[in-house]
């Protein structure tokens, strides 16, 4: 038997055809495997807001707290709770919290400002733990006269009470959920 299969391997025609067919067999998987996300999602002006699926939610509470962060208004407007949420692919911790905002830039703002959020934005939690945040979904250019909305996803281990939770924006900037 193994003798058999041997002679067939080295019949060119035989080792052409199983190329062929090992070819086709790849290109009919990746049709059915994981899509890449678009890179062109949010660069567009479209008037539909996608859906965000949520796996696992455990709470949601209404901030709409603002404070001012060189010469920007930024308002925490919603903070979540999940296992998971659709448009965040990268998986860190147990649960994500998610720190809604809206950005405005002041009326003094006259050029770009560019903010750091990578650097300076943390979530601060009621036991004293400080954890940076795992994806920013905000432009770190605040135009003129332009106003943005987008939030951090901040890593945690366990379920936390949302009310106790504060963003802080460097070391002198902060806004409490409660």
Same mark, same amino acid.
């Given at each position: 038997? @193994?003798?058999?299969?041997?002679?067939?391997?080295?019949?060119? $025609?035989?080792?052409?055809? !199983?190329?062929?067919?090992?070819?086709? &067999?790849? *290109?009919?998987?990746?049709?059915?495997?994981?899509? %890449?996300?678009?890179?062109?999602?949010?660069?567009?002006?479209?008037?539909?807001?996608?859906? &965000?699926? @949520?796996?696992?939610?455990?709470?949601?509470?209404?901030?709409? $707290?603002?404070?001012?962060? $060189?010469?920007?208004?930024?308002?925490?407007?919603?903070?979540? %709770?999940?296992?998971?949420?659709?448009?965040?692919?990268? $998986?860190?911790?147990?649960?994500?919290?998610?720190?809604? *905002?809206?950005?405005?830039?002041?009326?003094?703002?006259?050029?770009? *400002?560019? &903010?750091?959020?990578?650097?300076?934005?943390?979530?601060?939690?009621?036991?004293?733990?400080? &954890?940076?945040?795992? !994806?920013?979904?905000?432009?770190? *250019?605040?135009?003129?006269?332009?106003?943005?909305?987008?939030?951090?996803?901040?890593?945690?281990?366990?379920?936390?009470?949302?009310?106790?939770?504060?963003?802080?924006?460097?070391?002198?900037?902060?806004?409490?959920?409660?």
């Amino acid at each position: 038997m @193994i003798s058999q299969v041997k002679n067939l391997l080295k019949s060119r $025609r035989v080792r052409v055809t !199983l190329a062929l067919l090992a070819i086709a &067999i790849a *290109v009919v998987l990746s049709f059915f495997g994981p899509k %890449e996300p678009d890179p062109n999602i949010a660069l567009t002006t479209d008037s539909v807001t996608p859906t &965000i699926g @949520i796996t696992n939610p455990v709470g949601t509470l209404a901030v709409n $707290r603002s404070v001012d962060f $060189r010469d920007v208004h930024l308002t925490v407007t919603k903070v979540q %709770e999940a296992g998971a949420f659709s448009d965040d692919p990268k $998986r860190a911790g147990t649960y994500t919290v998610r720190v809604q *905002v809206h950005v405005q830039p002041g009326d003094t703002v006259q050029s770009p *400002v560019g &903010i750091d959020y990578v650097s300076l934005v943390r979530l601060a939690l009621s036991n004293g733990q400080i &954890i940076s945040p795992k !994806l920013i979904n905000l432009p770190p *250019v605040v135009l003129p006269r332009q106003p943005n909305d987008g939030y951090f996803d901040f890593p945690v281990t366990a379920q936390v009470p949302l009310s106790s939770l504060t963003l802080r924006l460097g070391s002198d900037t902060s806004v409490a959920f409660r």
